[in-house]
């Protein structure tokens, strides 16, 4: 059986914490976007408690003023929430900490004369 040394050298220190950092930041893009999310959720359901309530109250009555915006409220409102922005914020957050760990290992690789996966 051969035994085979294995040493630690200074860059994968310098990987890990890169790695550690990428983590992070991939933590925090989540966070974020559960934020974003849960608030646009809330005022979503919000708006639509206020538009079925008006509905509600005028939809036995077809023929009383402002049915037919009291529908389409109900009904504009009864659709998914658009969590567009959440969703585009986070794929920002994600793709930044994705550049800058593989800046840092560019940076890394130059710097040891390595190849860094």
Do not use: C
């Amino acid at each position: 059986m051969q035994h085979r040394q294995i040493w630690a050298t200074p860059s994968n220190d310098v990987k890990a914490a890169a790695e550690a950092r990428r983590q992070e930041a991939i933590s925090d893009a989540y966070r974020a976007f559960n934020v974003k999310h849960a608030e646009t959720a809330r005022t979503h359901r919000e708006a639509y408690m206020a538009a079925k309530a008006d509905w509600d109250a005028i939809r036995s009555t077809p023929e009383a003023d402002g049915y037919e915006e009291a529908r389409q409220a109900f009904l504009a409102a009864n659709k998914a929430a658009d969590h567009t922005e959440a969703r585009a914020e986070m794929d920002g957050a994600l793709r930044t900490a994705d550049e800058a760990y593989q800046d840092e290992l560019g940076r890394l690789a130059a710097r040891y004369g390595i190849t860094v996966r």
